[in-house]
């Protein structure tokens, strides 16, 4: 079985804020890891993701998240909000065996303040 | 370029009545996905499918229908037993069923009203 959980349904920072989106997983096995972002009224783009190797994984528009086995986390982090950070974030987990069948945490929503 | 197409994007409907979701991609991928989206909560299950001709139900099926008769397409049916149909349904796509290391690719999102 697998399961996320992504702490703070909502997220606010100030611009030029660091940004830090909390994800934590729970797998069976070794998990496959991605972060995706939603905005509004469209669908789902990926961000990065973690699969092996490296666990300080680098994605679009300046986004990193580390895998942290031991503590069975995923944060997304960013260094400096831009205005165009505003979405909605998505942790997910997949499997080898369960391949395909992408558990989604329930989002975060993240506000930029000016 | 390539990518997921889903039409319409806004579809309202009277209660009772069935009604189909589209979804087309041009990405060569094996396997889709349709998944339903709630507010406040994270995307649900409903149908995928690996290969032409075959498609497996996922977590929240009932009152929903798939088919798969080829490898772009994968049309979506919402159902009158569906008790809950008001939502944002999405569409996606990946590589290959067995390559869990595969992203999904989404299609934009059709947003179905039901009164």
């Known amino acids: 079985a697998q399961s996320v959980t992504q702490l703070g349904s909502h997220v606010s920072v100030s611009e030029g804020a660091l940004v830090l989106l909390r994800c934590n997983y729970s797998?069976?096995?070794?998990?496959?890891l991605f972060w995706y972002v939603q905005y509004p009224n469209q669908g789902l783009q990926l961000l990065l993701k973690?699969?092996?190797?490296?666990?300080l994984v680098k994605g679009i528009n300046g986004f990193e998240a580390e895998f942290k086995k031991s503590e069975t986390s995923f944060h997304l982090t960013k260094p400096s909000a831009h205005m165009s950070d505003a979405a909605e974030y998505f942790c997910?987990?997949?499997?080898?065996?369960?391949?395909?069948?992408?558990?989604f945490g329930d989002g975060t929503t993240l506000t930029v303040k000016p | 370029d390539g990518g997921i197409t889903q039409s319409p994007k806004y579809l309202f409907r009277k209660e009772g009545q069935n009604v189909t979701l589209s979804c087309e991609q041009n990405?060569?991928?094996?396997?889709m996905y349709w998944y339903r989206q709630d507010p406040g909560q994270g995307l649900r299950l409903i149908y995928y499918?690996?290969?032409?001709?075959?498609?497996q139900k996922g977590d929240i099926a009932e009152g929903y229908s798939v088919s798969r008769e080829k490898k772009e397409s994968f049309p979506l049916t919402v159902t009158s037993a569906q008790k809950n149909p008001t939502a944002f349904y999405l569409c996606?796509?990946?590589?290959?069923?067995?390559?869990?290391?595969?992203?999904?690719?989404f299609g934009n999102g059709t947003r179905l009203t039901v009164t």
């Open positions: 996606a796509s990946s590589e290959s069923w067995t390559g869990a290391n595969s992203p999904l690719h």
């Open positions: 797998s069976s096995v070794p998990p496959y």
């Open positions: 973690y699969t092996t190797g490296a666990t």
């Open positions: 997910a987990v997949t499997s080898n065996t369960n391949a395909g069948k992408s558990t």
């Open positions: 990405l060569n991928h094996d396997a």
């Open positions: 499918s690996q290969i032409v001709n075959d498609f």
